[in-house]
């Protein structure tokens, strides 16, 4: 299983609380959307000075189903909504070992 990290920071126009919203009520509708999308966690920063405002993990079965889901018409959709609201955005591409 492929796991995507990514960390955002917010715009610089949008206060923390707005972020955390828009991330959890808003962002997450885009995820609803991506095909081949196993499992996605959103984690909210709990304090405006923190270097990156929210963590999401998405799932895939593969980088092939990773590719394909960001290629398509929902997976540009999230990406240009994110580019929207956030000052930066770091992707980290996983493997998930452990488990407790």
Same mark, same amino acid.
């Given at each position: 299983? &492929? !796991?995507?990290v990514?960390? *955002? !920071?917010r715009?610089?126009?949008?206060?923390?609380e707005?972020?955390? !919203?828009?991330?959890v009520?808003?962002?997450?509708?885009?995820?609803?959307?991506?095909?081949? &999308?196993?499992? %996605?966690?959103?984690?909210?920063?709990?304090?405006?000075?923190?270097?990156?405002?929210?963590?999401?993990?998405? %799932?895939?079965?593969?980088?092939?189903?990773?590719?394909?889901?960001?290629?398509?018409?929902?997976? $540009?959709? +999230? +990406? +240009?909504?994110?580019?929207?609201?956030?000052? $930066?955005?770091?992707? *980290?591409?996983?493997?998930?070992?452990? $488990?407790?």
């Amino acid at each position: 299983m &492929l !796991k995507v990290v990514s960390l *955002l !920071k917010r715009a610089e126009n949008i206060s923390h609380e707005e972020f955390a !919203k828009w991330v959890v009520e808003e962002h997450i509708e885009f995820a609803r959307k991506l095909p081949g &999308l196993r499992k %996605y966690t959103v984690s909210v920063s709990n304090g405006e000075d923190a270097p990156y405002d929210s963590v999401n993990e998405l %799932y895939f079965d593969d980088e092939d189903a990773r590719v394909a889901a960001f290629g398509s018409e929902h997976g $540009q959709a +999230a +990406a +240009a909504d994110a580019a929207a609201h956030t000052a $930066q955005r770091v992707h *980290l591409l996983t493997t998930e070992h452990a $488990q407790l």
